[in-house]
């Protein structure tokens, strides 16, 4: 099994298989619009548009689980990430990424990757990095800039 097997929603709706980013490098985020790491939108992006163009790309979904920070609706979303952040990378839909109704994609990377005592996502911008098969290969907490995981990703490009 490996991060192809799932389906997700774009954030207009459109359904996408995660098949079509096979070969690349990927960062999947679970994002929020109205929380303190916010700005790390910025940072994505920064990374995005530094090596976006060598097989990488960054996967954000929202999710309004942590506080309630990220209330609107996917449009909203997407406007709020376009205007604020000039955000370019993909975004889909807002999922769940703990509980119950967790997407499976998210049941999968925190199975695949456990966090500080317990496989729960605990809040907004937990990263997952996945190499070019698919592959879980760690995770960062929100704490952790985006700046800081260029050399992971780097290192996975080169393999």
């Avoid at 774009?10 to 690349?24: F, H, M, R, T, V």
């Avoid at 990378?89 to 994609?105: I, Q, R, T, Y």
């Avoid at 990263?127 to 990703?153: H, M, N, T, Y």
């Amino acid at each position: 099994m490996s991060v192809y097997d799932f389906n997700v929603k774009s954030i207009s709706g459109e359904e996408k298989n995660l098949k079509d980013y096979e070969g690349k490098v990927l960062l999947i985020v679970n994002t929020a619009s109205e929380c303190g790491f916010t700005p790390q939108y910025k940072g994505l992006q920064d990374l995005y548009d530094e090596v976006g163009n060598k097989k990488f790309e960054i996967l954000g979904f929202p999710c309004n689980q942590f506080g309630g920070q990220d209330p609107g609706s996917n449009e909203d979303i997407a406007s709020f990430c376009s205007r604020n952040y000039g955000v370019t990378f993909p975004m889909f839909s807002k999922v769940d990424v703990k509980g119950e109704n967790a997407h499976p994609l998210f049941k999968y990377l925190t199975h695949e990757q456990k966090g500080l005592l317990t496989e729960d996502i605990k809040w907004n911008f937990t990263k997952f990095l996945v190499d070019k098969s698919g592959k879980v290969v760690d995770r960062f907490s929100p704490q952790k800039e985006p700046a800081k995981l260029k050399k992971d990703i780097e290192k996975l490009l080169e393999e």
